[in-house]
């Protein structure tokens, strides 16, 4: 089983800066890719970022491209979603998901694959 534990959401204004983090526990050695989602008000939820923990290569929606990077520290228990030049479209609460089996290239955002999610933590941009 895989704890997730999701953290780092807060207000902040239009062009600022947060870093939110999402520590992993229990076996995460099985984890193959971890993502961050983020879900609107009266909006689908969405996927913004995946990493493969075993090479960390990353893969990015076209709306964050730029301002945001996903990465992990060297335990791999840990992914960080540092977020730059935020917009007030970015507000939302930001969820970390992780799954055990291999993705196809394209297939990150399918929520539906994920076995394992954080409680979430919200971010709330302001212009």
């Known amino acids: 089983q895989v704890q997730l534990v999701d953290s780092g959401g807060g207000s902040v204004q239009a062009g600022g800066s947060l870093r939110l983090s999402c520590v992993a526990s229990g076996y995460t050695y099985s984890l193959k890719y971890i993502s961050w989602f983020r879900q609107a008000p009266g909006k689908e939820r969405e996927g913004v970022a995946t990493?493969?923990?075993?090479?960390?290569?990353?893969y990015y929606a076209d709306s964050v491209k730029g301002r945001f990077t996903i990465s992990q520290d060297n335990t791999k228990t840990t992914v960080y979603l540092q977020m730059n030049s935020l917009k007030s479209k970015d507000t939302a609460m930001y969820y970390c998901?992780?799954?055990?089996?291999?993705?196809?290239?394209?297939?990150?955002?399918?929520?539906?694959?994920?076995?394992?999610w954080g409680q979430g933590t919200q971010v709330t941009v302001s212009s």
């Open positions: 998901a992780a799954v055990t089996g291999y993705l196809a290239y394209g297939l990150y955002f399918e929520e539906q694959r994920y076995n394992f």
């Open positions: 990493i493969y923990t075993r090479d960390s290569s990353t």
